[in-house]
């Protein structure tokens, strides 16, 4: 006989479903706990369809695909279904999901939780933006400090939400759950070695860098697997150098292709620049997907992925991204074979520590006490 579950969270997110990773995981830990989770985001005319989960999913469409006024008419939809939808739960995740939330939690006294996967007001794409930044400042004013219940990925950005509004947010960092496939191919060899960049294609990401950085790199490509506002400049840069062989775009993938594609890689790249709070507190989703399967790491001199690589040596740290001097850690990082025995044996380690089986206890804690 199959398990009833009685008690109803409704999930909401503003992207297409796809490859949410985080919010994927949330959603199955919930389903796990023995919550009917129904994940609420957005279909676009180039979403593809989404394969089968243990949830129920719901896309809307919506006739503004970007801006202010997609935003708007989101949550104006999303409010609607929340306000006559049977729920016991709402999760609302990052910023730009919480109004539709926050208000039908109130007008229908439903528990609300809050996952923030950033900084959203501290953005990049917000701080040369300040008119619209100080909107969301002050939309933010007005509903995080009436949360009860939060969390967010990273220990400096709780520390930052709880001094503002003196609302305690738990930290749930976005770990990949336990690989079952950790036969790692030789990383030794000094040939057809992969660089690999997984994630947004937006500004602020050191992929501009990266490319350029090509230049004086033999023996390696770097493929940069995701999509973004500015996959199309990128594209037409390496045209411009001439890095057709040295560069190569996936597009946005699959959860199940983008995890076959890390086993490969030889090396990860999150070399975030340090554009604004958000970017300088960043702990990426794909920092630990690469430590899952065992991918030595090259990441930039933020705090909080410089923590995790000094804990477990797993990698190296550049402080800076001007592309020859780019190119030389990614060299050192690919061919010097002593550090990448070290770093091999100690992903070892961290791979067994760092998973979502371990850092959802967090979340038992916060939603065991909806559960009948």
Request: aromatic content about 10%; overall charge positive; some cysteine.
């Amino acid at each position: 006989m199959s398990k009833i579950y009685t008690n109803k969270i409704i999930v909401s997110v503003t992207n297409d479903l796809v490859s949410d990773n985080r919010v994927h995981k949330v959603c199955t830990s919930l389903t796990n706990l023995g919550f009917n989770v129904l994940l609420v985001g957005r279909k676009l005319p180039s979403s593809p369809s989404l394969n089968k989960r243990e949830y129920q999913t719901k896309r809307f469409n919506l006739f503004f695909k970007k801006s202010m006024f997609f935003y708007a008419e989101y949550n104006l939809r999303l409010f609607l279904f929340l306000l006559f939808a049977k729920s016991d739960v709402l999760l609302a995740n990052d910023l730009d999901s919480l109004t539709a939330n926050f208000l039908a939690s109130k007008i229908r006294n439903k528990p609300l939780v809050y996952d923030s996967h950033e900084y959203f007001t501290e953005v990049p794409e917000l701080i040369n933006r300040p008119k619209v930044q100080r909107i969301w400042e002050w939309l933010e004013s007005k509903m995080v400090p009436g949360i009860k219940h939060a969390y967010t990925v990273c220990g400096s950005i709780a520390d930052v939400y709880e001094k503002k509004y003196g609302t305690p947010f738990k930290v749930v960092r976005n770990i990949p759950r336990a690989s079952n496939n950790l036969i790692i191919k030789n990383k030794n060899t000094n040939s057809g070695k992969i660089i690999l960049y997984q994630g947004a294609v937006n500004i602020g990401r050191g992929l501009e860098q990266a490319i350029l950085s090509m230049k004086f790199i033999d023996n390696a490509k770097l493929v940069i697997a995701g999509d973004g506002d500015i996959k199309p400049e990128l594209e037409k840069l390496v045209e411009k150098q001439n890095l057709k062989n040295k560069v190569e775009f996936t597009g946005r993938l699959p959860l199940e292709e983008l995890s076959e594609l890390t086993l490969k890689a030889d090396l990860g790249l999150s070399i975030e620049e340090d554009l604004g709070l958000n970017y300088r507190f960043a702990l990426t989703n794909k920092l630990f997907d690469y430590i899952q399967v065992q991918v030595p790491v090259l990441v930039t001199n933020l705090p909080e992925m410089v923590a995790i690589v000094n804990q477990y040596k797993i990698g190296e740290i550049t402080n800076s991204l001007e592309p020859e001097k780019l190119a030389e850690k990614i060299k050192d990082s690919l061919f010097n074979i002593e550090k990448r025995e070290t770093w091999q044996e100690n992903l070892k380690i961290a791979a067994k520590e760092l998973t979502w089986e371990n850092e959802e206890k967090i979340l038992v804690e916060i939603y065991s006490r909806f559960l009948d």
